[in-house]
């Protein structure tokens, strides 16, 4: 099967570990287009994040982790946006480095790509 040119891999296939700095930049460029847009559905384009990530940066992997900390939050703020305030870093960096698998578009999957029990308590050990 091919990668899938939105999200960059082959469904079932791990997503590689990328820097915590890169996911955090994404992230918060997410962040930044949702609060100045707010209710409203923004793309943005890979040569955005690609100027605001490192050189060399695997651009697929990093927005795709840092989307599947933006779903964390978004399910369960209770328990993200504490962590988000006060570890920060650590969720950033257990979203970089968790073994992660893509995901495949159209297909049903029940929970996360990755094991957010492992996530939260990689988080909280930090």
């Known amino acids: ?36 847009h707010p209710g409203e559905h923004v793309g943005i384009g890979l040569e955005i994040f690609e100027r605001t990530c490192k050189p060399g940066a695997n651009i697929p992997a990093v927005t795709y982790r840092a989307g599947m900390i933006c779903m964390l939050q978004h399910v369960a703020p209770e328990l993200m946006d504490p962590l988000l305030q006060d570890k920060l870093e650590a969720v950033f960096r257990a979203g970089a480095e968790i073994p992660m698998e893509w995901i495949g578009v159209g297909m049903e999957r029940q929970g996360f790509p990755f094991d957010a029990e492992d996530f939260m308590r990689r988080v909280r050990e930090a």
Request: aromatic share 6%; hydrophobic share 40%; charged share 30%.
């Open 1 to 36: 099967m091919d990668p899938h040119p939105l999200f960059g891999g082959v469904a079932g296939e791990p997503v590689p570990m990328v820097g915590p700095e890169d996911v955090k930049a994404a992230w918060k460029l997410a962040q930044e287009v949702k609060k100045d």
